[in-house]
């Protein structure tokens, strides 16, 4: 598999890009709505509470609709990592990876080597894809949802956990 095929393995489809979208943007007009609807009230000391709790929700889904299209608008990053070892090196060392990573389902196809990885019980799973050629070790991490489709809110947690990978390689390939 060369480079170019790579970075197309976890491309989001059409439709899957449009419905987050149309989500995000839902979510933006309706923070906008209540923040307009609720703004026009009064506030006294009986419905101070409830204004300031609607207030707060309207402006927690307008962050996170705005997250998610600033999040959406950037495709998922692939780095590389340049070494002095051959392609069989690398695949050997990225396997030392995913037995320390403790990952899940080790799918290994010539130069492309694939795994699941979940932390603990509370965190996202994620797809862990890795392309194995002389001198390079090339790195894809997307969050799995429980529908096997890829969601947008990890809030960082895949790019912490590349980093966390890349850095592992880097140390083990030294």
């Known amino acids: 598999m060369t480079i170019s095929e790579f970075s197309k393995i976890t491309e989001s489809k059409l439709y899957e890009k449009i419905v987050n979208y149309l989500t995000c943007i839902i979510v933006i007009f309706i923070s906008i709505f209540f923040l307009i609807k609720f703004s026009e009230l009064k506030i006294n000391q009986t419905n101070w509470q409830i204004l300031s709790f609607v207030w707060t929700f309207s402006l927690l889904l307008m962050v996170s609709g705005i997250y998610g299209i600033v999040f959406l608008a950037k495709p998922l990053k692939i780095s590389y990592l340049k070494n002095e070892l051959t392609e069989e090196k690398n695949i050997e060392l990225i396997k030392e990876i995913y ?70 390689l880097e140390q083990a390939s030294s």
């Not at 019980?121 to 090339?138: K, P, T």
């Open 99 to 168: 037995n320390s990573l403790n990952g899940k389902d080790l799918q290994i196809d010539n130069n492309l080597i694939q795994f699941k990885y979940k932390k603990d019980f509370w965190s996202y799973r994620h797809g862990v894809y890795l392309l194995a050629e002389n001198n390079l070790i090339a790195i894809i991490v997307n969050i799995k949802n429980s529908n096997a489709r890829e969601g947008f809110a990890d809030f960082g947690q895949s790019s912490k956990l590349q980093k966390k990978i890349l850095n592992i």
